[in-house]
């Protein structure tokens, strides 16, 4: 049975649960600015290198995988969100790319093969949005300029990816996007690989948006994102970041009545303090988001920042035994997207 078919099957019975984040729990293990480096010879500080932990702390990898799935997540996505090679230039890190992608896929992919007990789990193999984007100009002087080109950024997602499916990943989960162009550009290299490895690889997609009217950073709303990347038929879509539960879920009601595939949020615990911390406690994410479960919104439910193993462990059981959001019927229209969604009906 291909991943495929088998995640299809398991979503058919169940709202299958994802992990949370990876930087939370790296931040709790407090590792000196030295473990970061480990013995790579990196001469530049990598503190909040939290890709590198891959290679130099795996154990502190493994462990946090081995918590989510004790917490009943069924999707781990790997530790790699800033594992590409804009990125990783920051920290003078970017000959490591391929290096830190397998080692997280690998590490992931041995936590999931270590259970027996025959419940199906999945390894998404996670890439972020770069610090870069395609389609605004970082110079207001000058609106047509930009820093990489759509080329480049797909050779970006070419090398990321290829490490992660070498490394063991189910699928390729392209997350946080805020400029719909970039994720253009993460489909292309995922579609490019496909022919290169000639097997199938599904795509997860995940939007983030920058208000609260529903828009990302290039200004799509939902319903225009989706309609701008349903071609490449991902397995799942959905919403992550940004916000918490209860800011997402008009969006995500939208996103569950035109989306023809499977549902995948995954919310912030809360807004954040003044001091940038999360203080909502996992029994008020679980009830929040036990709404969208009970309304028949979501087939796959997670955590993003803020999130612990703890808030996964309640969201596990506050769906538990909800039957699943069942992908509509779409009818033949032709649905256009520039800024704003167009549809010409049949």
């Known amino acids: 049975m291909s991943k495929r078919h088998e995640f299809e099957t398991a979503a ?6 994802k992990d949370g984040p990876y930087g939370t729990e790296i931040q709790r293990a407090k590792l000196a600015p030295e473990d970061y480096a480990g013995d790579t ?58 290096d830190i992608n397998f080692a997280a896929a690998r590490i992931t992919r041995e936590a999931i093969d270590a259970r027996t007990d025959g419940i199906p789990r999945f390894v998404a193999g996670a890439v972020g949005p770069t610090n870069k984007t395609l389609s605004l100009s970082p110079d207001v002087e000058d609106p047509g300029f930009r820093e990489v080109s759509f080329g480049e950024i797909v050779e970006v997602y070419v090398e990321q990816s290829r490490a992660l499916i070498e490394g063991g990943a189910d699928f390729i989960l392209i997350e946080t996007v805020f400029d719909t162009l970039n994720c253009k550009a993460a489909i292309m290299a995922v579609k490019q690989l496909e022919r290169e490895l000639e ?32 071609h490449a038929k991902p397995l799942t879509i959905g919403l992550n970041c940004s916000f918490g539960a209860e800011q997402l879920r008009p969006h995500v009601q939208i996103l569950s009545d035109i989306a023809d595939t499977y549902l995948m949020a995954y919310p912030n615990a809360g807004l954040p303090n003044d001091l940038g ?14 709404v969208w479960a009970d309304g028949g919104r979501i087939n796959a439910l ?43 009906a049949a």
């Open 12 to 17: 058919a019975k169940q709202i299958l649960i």
């Open 41 to 98: 010879g990196l001469a530049d500080d990598q503190k909040g290198n939290n890709d590198l932990v891959n290679l130099t702390q795996p154990h502190v990898i493994r462990r946090i995988c081995d918590s989510y799935i004790d917490a009943g997540a069924h999707i781990l996505a790997t530790n790699t969100f800033n594992a590409n090679r804009i990125s990783q230039a920051d920290y003078g890190a970017q000959g490591l790319v391929h």
């Open 199 to 230: 097997r199938d690889i599904p795509l997860m997609i995940s939007l983030t948006l920058t208000d609260l009217s529903g828009r990302n950073l290039s200004g799509h709303t939902v319903e225009a994102f989706w309609y701008t990347v349903r």
């Open 277 to 290: 911390e999360y203080d909502e406690v996992p029994e008020t994410t679980a009830a929040l988001t036990k």
């Open 302 to 344: 997670g955590g993003c920042c803020g999130s612990t193993p703890e808030h996964i462990a309640a969201m596990a059981k506050a769906v538990s035994g909800i039957a699943p959001r069942k992908p509509p019927r779409i009818g033949p229209n032709m649905r256009l997207a520039g800024l704003e969604p167009f549809t010409i």
